[in-house]
């Protein structure tokens, strides 16, 4: 009979551990029978509740079969303390009883066990939902390996993305060198974002500043983030007079790379330090807030999105950039972020909380302020949050 119970079997125990809780020796010996006959090999046994949470701290069982009714502490206690400790919160318990009243069993439950059997055990039964319980217990463990070992490599492609970014280094060694100061907030809304800003020193005291945002968020996004940094480095900037031109190129590329549901945003300015002079073309990106003297207003960033058509139409426009001036670019969560009423925030809106970040005169600087203002009854922002904001000292 016992023999038996061995046939069928599709997963292998035999790597499984399993402890039983039991004060009567006979029945501690017929169930080890039944768990060898199935192929299970890594048996303990305790006689009490109180061995028991002792047997499972050393021997660390991927299931526990326990009798209800046991001295020194009875099996409800032991499932109790088991699910009040959280290493052992999912350890899976396998009562066996005589209870029969329906409130009895049902405090079974209430105590922390997976399943119940019933006294006198019947073998093939008993089997059965020990199976159950340790083929649950195998996958879930594996699919907590598959999360552990994708949560390291997203941590790793965040840190890979992260580091595409200009380093606090070079944003220091611009501003002492030419009095621009660019303030930057990357938040990505999981682990990995679509959003991506770059820097480039052009020479004689220009730079070009990209602020691109992908369709989306995510695994996805994030690659199409690599793409787009391969191709900004293949594509020269060196002598970059004309933004428009280098977005025709850009999109060109894009269109051949990205699936027909991906684009992107993206706004491309050249700062000049020395004519004091930002010429900038957009692709669709939400508008910049520029800023000089007492005046702050809108840009225009127009341009069909990058990816989606050969036909998108490009233009550059100029604007003053003396000492005093700023600029804000930043992704759509921004404006696209409910606040506590449901409402997000209109142009005046974030016109008026801008102005207000750069009249704040105790911020460190006017994009910490910008954020406090907008975290401010605000939830955490579903999709990537950039920002960026350059100013001349």
Known sequence: MIAALSQGVRTDLSECRVLVVEDAPAIRKIIGAYLQAAGILHV??????????????????????????????????????????????????????????????????????????????????????????????????????????????????????????????????IRAETGLSIAAHFQPSAELGGDMWHLRDLGQGRYAVILVDFAGHGITAALNTFRLHTLTHQQTLRNLDKPSEYLYQLNDLLVDLLPSNQFATLFLGVVDTVRETLTWSGAGAPMPIYGVGEQIGYLEADGLPMGISRKGQYRDQQVPFPKGAFLLLYSDALTETPDERGMMLNDDQLLAMVAAAHADQFADRPLTSLLDLFRLHRRQPTDDLTLLWLSRA
Request: proline residues 7%.
């Open 44 to 173: 303990d046994f305790a006689t009490d509740g109180v061995e028991g949470l002792a047997k499972v701290e050393s021997f660390d069982p991927d299931l526990v079969i326990l009798d209800i009714m046991m001295p020194e502490m009875d099996g409800f206690e032991v499932a109790r303390s088991l699910r009040a400790n959280p290493r052992y919160r999912h350890l899976p318990i396998l009562v066996q009883t005589a209870l029969e009243s329906p409130a009895e069993r049902t405090e079974v439950f209430r105590a922390g066990a997976n399943d119940l059997i019933t006294k006198p055990i019947h073998g093939p039964e008993l089997v059965a939902r020990v199976r159950v319980q340790l083929e649950n217990r195998l996958l879930i463990r594996d699919l907590e390996n598959y999360r552990r070992h994708i949560q390291t490599d997203l941590e790793l492609a965040r840190k890979m993305q992260e580091d595409l970014l200009p380093s606090p280094k070079v944003l220091e060694a």
